[in-house]
């Protein structure tokens, strides 16, 4: 298939901005979504040459996609060209029956609903409106829309959240059956309020997440969900040729594909080139309005960066990364005592070639092995 397969679409718009979130985003503003919108379509044209024909992925985010008006986001869905997996992230309390109608009669097949906690404290600590009951309503009303792709965010790591309320948070989970989880740990972006209030106890809590992290990947693993990157799971094929769950938007950027991203901040990498849309929704639109592309930051990747980046990628996943091409960036005497450690395995794959895998201990260990790799 000609041209790149996979396009990101940001849109920026939320109820409100949570205290640890550092994304692109922007609070209410409902005058401003037909105008963007209109400028996203008028930038997709404008890359439409990059792309294949009949993509493969779309991956709708932002900020809060389904906040946005909904004639604007049924005429934005509308538009994007065809893909086998279509993406729309949400939040709990913006999920009705007419949303997951609207989304489904629009060709979304996969949706990514950000749970984070089902803890009514704990989503006050993360300055959530949701609560658990909304993350419930939601999750069915996508099932009663016969969306039979739902993945479920979480978050642990949270100011206050003791061991017991992390198991909780899995059961609960586990009680609605997704077929997909990510399960991230919480990150306090310096300069967020959330940094500034809850630092020190953040701080305090660190030493714990690894405990909590192991946790996680024994009690979905146990629940038979595969553990296909650092932070994803998801749920086997029911039969042979069943639907891969796993994310293949994500999946491709840990494969390191090629993509496009139009709206405010999205990032695109193609052919060895990454370039950066500007974050300032004004200049976004006004520039667009006028029929020209939005101002960008570029940066031409070299063959080092790009090597670098399919390790530290690749080995996110519980697949063989193929080191053919990647010796000049890996450490070999650090390789050979990772292996000795048993932290990573090298084999022999079909073709001749040398794969590379972190073992569950390694994966465990995670980014601290893929540093020390890295020559």
């Not at 030493?207 to 693993?221: I, K, P, Q, S």
């Not at 890996?330 to 048993?342: F, I, P, T, W, Y």
Request: proline letters at 6%.
């Amino acid at each position: 298939m000609s041209g790149v397969g996979h396009l990101y679409v940001h849109l920026p718009f939320c109820a409100h901005r949570c205290g640890y979130c550092d994304f692109v985003t922007v609070v209410g503003r409902r005058g401003e979504h037909g105008p963007y919108v209109q400028a996203l379509l008028a930038e997709l044209e404008l890359e439409r040459p990059l792309l294949a024909p009949r993509l493969e992925t779309v991956f709708v985010g932002g900020g809060t996609p389904t906040f946005t008006d909904e004639h604007e986001l049924r005429r934005l869905l509308s538009a994007l060209p065809p893909a086998a997996e279509v993406t729309v992230e949400a939040n709990p309390e913006t999920v009705t029956p007419e949303m997951a109608t609207l989304l489904l009669e629009c060709g979304v097949n996969r949706v990514s609903l950000g749970v984070q906690t089902f803890d009514s404290a704990l989503l006050s600590v993360l300055d959530r409106v949701a609560r658990p009951d909304d993350v419930r309503r939601a999750f069915y009303h996508l099932r009663d829309a016969r969306f039979d792709n739902i993945s479920l965010d979480l978050i642990y790591g949270i100011p206050g959240q003791s061991s017991a309320a992390l198991d909780a948070d899995i059961e609960e989970a586990l009680a609605l059956g997704p077929e997909h989880l990510s399960c991230y740990e919480l990150e306090a972006k310096p300069g967020t309020r959330f940094t500034h209030r809850h630092g020190e106890e953040l701080g305090r809590q660190a030493e714990a997440l690894e405990g909590y992290f192991e946790r996680v990947v024994e009690r979905l693993t146990e629940a038979g969900y595969r553990w296909y990157e650092t932070a994803n799971f998801c749920r086997p094929p029911q039969a042979d040729g069943g639907l891969d769950l796993r994310s293949q938007h994500n999946l491709a950027y840990w494969l390191g594909r090629d993509y496009v991203g139009i709206g405010i901040g999205a990032v695109s990498t193609v052919s060895g080139l990454r370039w950066r849309n500007t974050p300032r929704l004004p200049v976004y639109t006004a520039v667009l309005a006028q029929g020209e592309a939005p101002p960008r930051e570029l940066e031409e990747l070299t063959g080092d960066v790009r090597r670098r980046e399919r390790v530290m990628l690749g080995l996110r996943l519980d697949e063989p990364l193929l080191l053919d091409g990647l010796a000049p960036v890996m450490d070999a005497e650090a390789l050979s005592r990772m292996e000795r450690l048993e932290l990573v395995a090298r084999n022999a794959d079909e073709g001749g070639g040398e794969t590379l895998t972190l073992t569950p201990r390694g994966r465990l260990l995670g980014g601290g092995v893929t540093v020390e790799l890295l020559a």
